[in-house]
């Protein structure tokens, strides 16, 4: 520790000593073209995340039928590059919550949440994660994931169709931005 | 050499739902799993204490939503012994054959979830959930939904099956005749589903019987027991319907069982369209003040497609005071232990998927 702080006071008498009283500027031409990428890229990054956007695969209840119906053929999911559900959150960008959260569940998917990469997406799928659904009553049950988790997107319907789930991510691409491939 | 403790779950893409396994492991060997069920547990059976009998079916149908149409069908017909209520005979038909197209979309979805759990064998998922959703537009035709019917009322159906329902069923089942050769055809000579399936997860007949695991898991391990063959219910006396089971025990047998159903299930929806009488299969409209129970307690069993589901019904004179359900799935869940004993790590899953469980119906 103490040779640590002798090399850095040395480090700095140094850079003073050649230094001098000369006057540092920015480096102007860097700074400029790093504005430059940066208004170039932002919408090719934004066109990149908007256009890829790979759901955890992770299924609650009844609704993750409807998830698994959604990448079968009859409504092919990779036609709009939801590509392959990813089955750790760690590559995956889109939570879509399917079915009803218990309490002894609140624990596991916060934990899922937090491993997600930023940016991350949360939709909740069909009436239990969104409101409770039927078991609004029920003694074990939170009346919709949103009093978890920030939810960008609500998909409604006891399960909701597969084309609901389509409308619902096309919905978080407009609210992400960037250009939208019809 | 010490063993070697694994978790498993909640979250993980092949156990069908949120189950949590906890694996020993001596090497790669399973020496013993512990399966932690209840992340779906929301009180079903509480809930419906406090609603009245035909406010229900809506909540029994998400037991099991692989195959909503049987737990509906299950509840109602408790239902009705408690209340005294008759099933006319075109009703009858016409529930058989919903049920069995239900079993027919059940087991589609099992084919199409076990070739995805034996490490990605994508083209069985993909051909078993394109063929389900045919059957699904079949049943969507004839209720007006496409995943939780509520189609049940007391005595017989909400609505009549639309006239052309037999034309559009039978060419269905035609093409699906010719569709499960092919299914076999595909997974039967691929080695990597041969050897994680024959041999794998042996369930002896007595361990069977022990452990009271139902339906096809039961049927694989060489005891004919099936539901509608031997407590016949609706039409299933009238139809030539045989059950069908094999004496391995293995996960081989348990395809085997669940192929051999689907073809059962085509064959007996065409002789009940043929043999279907006339009239109307319409069910009371439903009334939440409806005939009081005559008897106190009902208990009805119907083999689901995950095997023998039962409801225990206690009723008070407007609604259930207690309704106990007893879940194949929970109860094959518990032979998994004495599955899984002594197989490798790899082929855990694919005996896990052969069970073919729902964990809604296991948590209630």
Known sequence: MADNENARKELERLLAASVGDREIKPNVMFAKLSELTKAFAKPMVDWARVNSLWPLQFGLACCAIELMSFGSPRVDAERKGYLLFRATPRQADVMIVAGWVTKSMIPEIKRMYEQMAEPKYVVAFGECATCGGPWWESYNIIRGIDQVLPVDVYAVGCPPRPEDLYLALMKLQKRIGGKIED | ?364
């Not at chain 2, 609603?51 to 029994?60: L, S």
């Open chain 2, 1 to 364: 050499m010490p063993l070697t403790r694994i978790n498993i779950g909640p979250v993980h893409p092949s156990t069908h739902g949120v189950c949590r396994l906890v694996v020993d492991l001596d090497g790669d060997t399973v020496v013993k799993v512990e399966p932690h069920c209840g992340f779906l547990h929301r009180g079903v059976e509480k809930l419906v204490e406090n609603r009245m009998f035909m406010q229900c079916p809506p909540y029994m149908e998400k037991l099991d939503y692989v195959a909503p149409m049987s737990v509906d069908e299950l509840y109602v017909s408790t239902v009705e012994k408690a209340l005294g209520v008759e099933v006319k005979e075109p009703a009858a038909y016409a529930r058989l054959i919903l049920l069995e197209l239900q079993r027919l979309a059940s087991h589609l979805f099992w084919f199409g979830a076990t070739c995805n759990d034996l490490g990605q064998m994508f083209t069985g998922f993909m051909w078993g959930f394109r063929d389900r959703d045919i059957v699904l537009k079949l049943l969507e035709e004839a209720t007006g939904q496409r995943m939780f019917y509520v189609n049940m009322r007391l005595g017989g159906l909400v609505r009549e099956l639309p006239p052309d329902f037999a034309e559009h069923a039978l060419s269905t089942m035609e093409y699906l005749e010719k569709r499960i050769p092919a299914y076999r055809n595909l997974v039967e000579k691929n080695p990597i589903f041969n050897e994680r399936m024959k041999g794998v997860g042996k369930l002896s007949r007595s361990d069977a019987i022990d452990l009271g695991v139902a339906g096809p898991v039961l049927r694989a391990s060489g005891v004919p027991y099936d539901v509608r063959k031997d407590v016949p219910y609706y039409a299933y006396s009238a139809l030539n319907f045989r059950a069908k089971s094999a004496s391995e025990g293995d996960n081989f047998a348990r395809y085997m069982v669940r192929m051999m159903e689907m073809q059962e299930s085509i064959r007996l929806v065409k002789e009940a369209l043929r043999k279907m009488p006339e009239g109307s299969a319409m069910g009371m409209p439903i009334k939440l003040i409806i005939p009081k129970a005559k008897n106190r307690i009902a208990m009805v069993s119907r083999e689901n497609p995950r095997g023998e589901e039962m409801m225990y019904l206690v009723a008070d004179p407007e609604k259930a005071y207690r309704l106990s359900i007893r879940a194949p799935t929970f109860i094959n869940l518990a032979a998994l232990n004495r599955m899984a004993e002594g197989c490798r790590m790899a082929d855990l899953f694919a005996i896990f998927s052969t069970l073919d469980l729902v964990m809604a119906d296991v948590d209630r």
